[in-house]
Nanobody, 126 residues
Framework: VQLQASGGGLVQAGDSLRLSCAASGRSVSSGAKAWFRQAPGKEREFVAAFSGSGGVTYYSDYVKGRFTFSRDNAKNTMYLQMNSLKPEDTAVYYC????????????????????WGQGTLVTVSS
């Protein structure tokens, strides 16, 4: 499975961006999917995740209410709509996927995921 993330860019505080992550190869439509981010000098951080078919979407407290995770199984693509962006949202954003569902208590841990995109840089200026 290959994941291709896109949609990053340079925006101003308060602006919006939508990230996309297209999967190719084996379908991961029923498995867990997630977005993580990593700012310079910091560890990779959980942003949002869907636990898998019939599951629930989870958000980091830092982005809850501003970011929305969605997916289009027909296109094998996941999205992250980011509104009201802040300078502290500046990071490389990575999409990730798992072949199966991930337990609710584990969706926030990047080591749970089998497949990773290459990352897309989001820079928010003040």
């Amino acid at each position: 499975v290959q994941l291709q993330a896109s949609g990053g860019g340079l925006v101003q505080a308060g602006d919006s961006l939508r990230l996309s992550c297209a999967a190719s190869g084996r379908s991961v439509s029923s498995g867990a999917k997630a977005w993580f981010r990593q700012a310079p000098g910091k560890e990779r951080e959980f942003v949002a995740a869907f636990s898998g078919s019939g599951g629930v979407t989870y958000y980091s407290d830092y982005v809850k209410g501003r970011f929305t995770f969605s997916r289009d199984n027909a296109k094998n693509t996941m999205y992250l709509q980011m509104n009201s962006l802040k300078p502290e949202d500046t990071a490389v954003y990575y999409c990730a996927a798992h072949r199966n569902r991930v337990a609710a208590g584990s969706v926030r841990y990047f080591r749970e995921y089998d497949y990773w995109g290459q990352g897309t840089l989001v820079t928010v200026s003040s």
